[in-house]
Each structure stands twice: as C-alpha cells, then as structure tokens.
C-alpha cells in the first residue's frame, strides 16, 4: 500500500469550482481498482487550502489513476481556478517522496 498526501491551494475566485471538481474527482476515483481511500477537505478557516489524502494498493494502481479521464478534466479545471500553491507527495514505507 502507497499513501499520497498534501495540500492544495486555489485563488479566493476560484474556490468554488475546486471544490465541485474535487466532489466530482472523489465519486470516480473511488470506482477504480486499487483505490482503498480518496479524500479531499477543505481546511477549516483557510477556505482556499485543500488536503488531500489517498490510499492506493500499489503503484500501478497510482499510474492508471493518473492516465484516467477524471484526472486529466481535474487537472484542467485546477488550471483555470489558479493554483497558487501545491505540495503533494507520496509515502511509502513510512518515507515522504515527490509524488511522481
């Protein structure tokens, strides 16, 4: 098992449609193989910073998230919100490593 983890944060105007992508993220990444855990929560009193935080039965489950069609719309989406900051990693075996 792999776990990601981190936080994600969008710009003031753009709040609002995160956090439907991320809604719409969570509902189909649950559908697929190897995904144990997909959350993502708004952060109290910091209503532009997302955590985020993923169980995943191994790597190649990771990489077939990756290549899905819900990623690729989601990653669009956070392109136009304005992500002004992101820092999301992966850890294995107890260890915090870049995500990809």
Same mark, same amino acid.
């Given at each position: 098992?792999?776990?990601? $983890?981190? @936080? @994600?944060?969008?710009? *003031?105007?753009? !709040? *609002?449609? &995160?956090? #439907?992508?991320?809604?719409?993220? !969570?509902? +189909? $990444? %649950? /559908? ?6 997909? +959350? ?5 009193? =910091?209503? #532009?910073?997302?955590? @985020?935080?993923? +169980? ?8 077939a998230?990756?290549? #899905?069609?819900?990623?690729? /719309?989601? =990653? &669009? $989406?956070?392109? +136009? !919100?304005?992500?002004?900051?992101? *820092?999301?990693?992966? @850890? !294995?075996?107890?260890?915090? =490593?870049p %995500?990809?």
């Amino acid at each position: 098992m792999l776990i990601v $983890t981190g @936080v @994600v944060e969008v710009s *003031e105007a753009g !709040v *609002e449609k &995160a956090s #439907t992508a991320a809604q719409e993220m !969570v509902a +189909e $990444t %649950l /559908k697929e193989p190897g995904c144990l855990v997909y +959350e993502f929560s708004q952060l109290l009193g =910091q209503k #532009t910073r997302f955590r @985020v935080y993923e +169980e995943w039965q191994d790597q190649a489950a990771l990489e077939a998230h990756f290549a #899905t069609p819900h990623m690729a /719309k989601f =990653q &669009a $989406t956070l392109g +136009e !919100v304005g992500v002004i900051f992101s *820092e999301v990693y992966r @850890v !294995v075996r107890g260890e915090k =490593q870049p %995500l990809r």
